[in-house]
Structure formats: C-alpha cells, structure tokens
C-alpha cells in the first residue's frame, strides 16, 4: 500500500512539474503573439515564388540581427540562416520554416489578402501564401524571439532555417532543401536532431497531429519514352507501335502496387499523369510519352516500385519491339518524410504536455510529400515533423478548404498553437528548465 502511495504522489509531482512548465511556455508564446500576428499578415499580404523570395529572405534576416542570432544569407539564393548560442552546454537542435508561397490567385476576403503577381512557366500569375508558409515562417520568427529571451539559461546551440523553394524550384534551376544541402548549411553546424511543422487543413485549430514513421510520402516523378517507328495507321505491321506498347506500360505498372507490394507494411501509390503520343489519326507515331508519380511511406517499398517500373517498361517495350528511354525517378524527387520513433516518442510527451492528451492526435500519413527530410538524411540524425490545425472550429475540416486551394484560410489561433508546440519540443529536447 505504502509503496502505492509513493507511486502515485511521484506521478501526481511529475504531472504537476508538466503542467507549471507548460504554463510559463504559455505565457511566454502570449507576449510575442501580437507580433507575430503582424508578421504573419505582413508576409501574407507580400508573398514570393519559389526561389523569388527576396523580400521574405530580407525580413527575416534583419529581425533576426535585431535578436542577437549569428546570420548567414544567400543560402541556396534566397534562404536564411540564424544560429544561437545558449548561456549553457547542452545538444544541437536544427528547426527548419519554409518560405515560398504558391502560383495562386487568392479567393480569400481578408484585409490583409495578397494582390501580388509573379512570373511562372512563362506568365504572369496571382501569388498566394495557400500553404500557410507565411505562418511557418512568422511562427517561427516568433520562436526566435523566445529563445534569445531565454538565452543565458539556454543549454546547446538553435539553428534556425528559413528556407526557400519548399514548393519546387522553377523548371531548370536548383533550390530548396537539396540546394541548401549541397551549399553546406551544416558544414559547421551538426545538428543532433531536425524540428519541422507544418499548419493543416485536415486539423482544427487547437489540435495537434504527429507520426512515428512514415508521416509523408516520398515523391519520385518518372519519365518513360517509348521508341517504336512510324508507319501509316493503315498498314500497322510496316511499323512498331509506342502508343501500343506505352498503354501496356500504363497497364501491367498497376501490378507493382496490387500485386508486387506488401501492402501490409505500408501504402503506396503509382499514378500516370501524362500519355503523349501522336499528331495525326491515321499515322502511327515514332514516339509515344508517359510521365507520372511514385508515394510511398517506406524505403523499401519505394525503391521496389522504382525498380518494378523499370523493369516493366524495359521488358513490355523489348517484347513489342521498341525501346524505351526512362528517368525513373526524374530529378526532383522527395524521400520518404520519416519520423524517428524514439525522438517522436519524445516530442509527442512535449505536445501533451502542452496541449493534454485529448488535443494531441497520431495523425494520418499524408500523401503529399516535403523535401524537409533530406536535410536531416544529410547529416544524417533523428527528425520530427508534425502537423498543426488550421481550419477553425465549428467548421468541419473535410470541407474545408485544403491547402494549395485559392480559398485556404489559416485561423490565426494555430499561430499560438504552433508557436507553442515548437517551443516546448524545443525547450524540452534542450533540456532547458526556467528558474
């Protein structure tokens, strides 16, 4: 009995501890949101392309100065770089925000709504924040100011990165992560884990989602050129025909999925988004094309179907007499957006510590993919990326808008729950405790 009551006054202490340092992260979040309220509408309103972001890249760079942070600029053109030295020795965390926004024209009424244009594929296109990027990036801003606040009793190193072109660079330039990566953004900094978030439709405001694993999808693009010889529609047998041959492709590719993949494990998707082939009824064409997309959530399992659609393609073209030009994956390609499940464990303690239990969720794997995951492979080391409700309550999150949609709408209540999320992952796996 005596050893029962001990069990349970120890629990209620931790509980209590848990709660006492979730109130003051509060507090703390409390006196900085109205600021990041007006960064946030600020960068709404003055969103940036992909590897445009100059404008962004510049306010944040001099709000971090204003901070103390250490800044490195022009990182993969536009991106930013803050690192902060606490008062006390302790890990290294990395937390990435991205910056871009969309090729949108916004449908939103807000006064703050974004009127800007920009060129993309050649035209001249309305520019919108409809991923919420504006909020990751004044989210994150917001952390910054925190952390220097706590800095003499911080323990390890913060590096902040803002970073450009989450989206996809424009078609022939470099950009995003991978770019960063390549221009060494931790070359001098090696971080021991990697934090990112990202604002959802799919969650109310209030809630917060996170999954060991597999949480996005990899995303490889694939490029397959059937080769065959063109002869007149009428007479077939004087050609070999690629559109022929490219449908067997189509065809016998949507076994590697139902038949070729444990499914059990995990899920995955092959898709066929483009078949080009011919320019006239009667003709059969010299070349037919076929380009798509690959998800999944487990590597294995990725490099499979890679592999599977390869070979299908090789052998379905050798068999009809043609051959087949591929890129499988293109260039572009995402990995799978995995979730260590030790630090996971850790962080999901922080978020209900936070929040509570009933405001925390295992969120479902999402198909979308990010390129946030290499640059924790880079180093490589342990990363988190978890996701935060945007659609307010009362409005059911199936109907609402999604993002990359003309009409998403971010509640700025998630800018509180965000920012607070961040912080006390953040302050936890520091091992920060306030005096």
């Known amino acids: 009995m005596l050893k029962n009551i001990l069990c349970l006054s120890l629990l209620l202490a931790l509980t209590a501890d848990r709660a006492a340092a979730a109130e003051p992260n509060a507090q703390l979040v409390q006196d900085v949101l109205p600021q990041i309220t007006t960064w946030r509408r600020d960068l709404h309103e003055h969103p940036e392309l992909s590897n445009r972001e100059v404008r962004t890249a510049q306010f944040v760079a001099a709000e971090l100065k204003k901070l103390g942070y250490e800044v490195r600029t022009g990182v993969a053109h536009t991106g930013v770089v803050g690192i902060l030295k606490g008062g006390k020795p302790g890990p290294r965390l990395a937390i990435r925000a991205d910056m871009d926004a969309l090729p949108v024209t916004e449908q939103v009424d807000l006064p703050f709504a974004s009127k800007a244009t920009g060129e993309y594929l050649g035209k001249t296109v309305g520019v919108m924040h409809a991923c919420g990027h504006d909020a990751h990036t004044a989210m994150t801003l917001g952390l910054a100011s925190i952390l220097a606040k706590l800095r003499p009793q911080l323990p390890g190193e913060v590096m902040l990165i803002f970073q450009p072109a989450e989206e996809g660079a424009p078609p022939g330039e470099e950009g995003g992560a991978p770019l960063m990566v390549k221009e ?32 996005m999808a990899s995303s490889d693009t694939f490029r397959i050129v059937v080769h065959g010889r063109q002869s007149h529609g009428a007479m077939p047998w004087k050609g070999i025909d690629p559109i022929v041959t490219a449908a067997e492709i189509v065809t016998s590719a949507q076994t590697i999925v139902s038949r070729q993949l444990d499914i059990n494990r995990d899920p995955a998707v092959v898709t066929f988004g483009i078949f080009n082939g011919g320019q006239r009824f009667n003709i059969v064409p010299e070349t037919a094309e076929l380009q798509g997309t690959i998800r999944a959530f487990d590597e294995d399992l990725r490099q499979h179907a890679l592999a599977s659609l390869k070979n299908i393609a090789e052998h379905i073209a050798a068999a009809n007499g043609a051959t087949v030009e591929t890129q499988i994956p293109a260039p572009g390609s995402n990995p799978v957006n995995y979730n260590d499940p030790a630090l996971t464990a850790r962080v999901r ?22 390129d946030f995951p290499q640059l924790a492979l880079s180093v490589p080391t342990p990363s988190v990326y978890f996701f935060v409700g945007a659609t307010p309550r009362g409005i059911d999150p199936a109907t609402a808008p999604t993002n990359h949609s003309p009409k998403f709408f971010l509640d700025e209540g998630a800018l509180d729950i965000g920012t607070r999320a961040m912080l006390q992952a953040s302050l936890d796996y520091l091992g920060y405790r306030s005096e």
Do not use: N
């Open 184 to 215: 060494g953004v931790f070359r001098d900094f090696k971080p021991d884990a990697v934090f990112g978030m990202h604002v959802v439709s799919s969650m109310q405001v209030g809630m917060v989602g996170v999954r060991a694993g597999g949480a």
């Open 349 to 370: 303690d922080s978020l209900e510590t936070a929040f509570g239990k009933d405001h925390v969720i295992e969120s479902p794997r999402w198909t979308a993919s990010e």
